[in-house]
C-alpha cells in the first residue's frame, strides 16, 4: 500500500502533526521510518510533523543546529553505527549523514579512481572469454557497476542475463 498523499494545511496539518505525536511517544518513538509505514505515510512528511509538534529524540534530530546534529552524528557514528544505521534510525538521507560526517572531519571522501586502461582491457577479454560481470569484478577486485561501465564503454555487447 503507498503511503497517504493528502495535502496537509493549517487546522488539519496541526491535528495531524499533533495526532503523530501522541502515536509516536505511545510506539516508544520508533526510528521514523519505521513509523511512517505504521501511520501509512511518506518519512520526510512524518519527520516534518513530529518537529512541527515539538517532539524531539535522536531519531528526530533535525530541529536541532548544524552543530548540535554535526555532534550527534560524530559520537554515535564512533560508537559503532553506520551510515545506514544513522540513516535508518533518524531517516535522513544517508547521503547527508556522509556529507555531516566529512564536514565535521569524521571521515574522509577518497575520490574516484578512474580504471586504467589497461585494466579495461583486461576486463573486456576476460568477458570475452566468457566469465560473467559478477566473476570479471571479483576476479581483478572491483565491483558489478565499475566493470559492466567499462564493457559498455568498450562497446561490447552484453550477454543476456542468466545465460552460462
Partial sequence: MSPTTEVLLGRRRRQV???????????????????????????????????????????????MSEAEIQERVRVRFCGGATIGMLSYATGIDRRVIQRTLVEGGVIAVVPRQPVPTRLAEDFVKAYRDGASIRTVGRQFGWTFS???????????????????
Fill in 17 to 63: 502533526a499533533a495526532e503523530l505525536a501522541t502515536s509516536f511517544a505511545a510506539a516508544g518513538e520508533p526510528a521514523i521510518r519505521q513509523f511512517a509505514q505504521t501511520v501509512n505515510r511518506y518519512p520526510t512528511l512524518v519527520r516534518r510533523l513530529l518537529a512541527e509538534a515539538g517532539v524531539y529524540n535522536e531519531a528526530a534530530c533535525l530541529g
Fill in 146 to 164: 565499475v566493470v559492466r561501465t567499462q564493457l559498455v564503454k568498450a562497446g561490447v555487447v552484453l550477454r543476456p542475463r542468466g545465460r552460462r
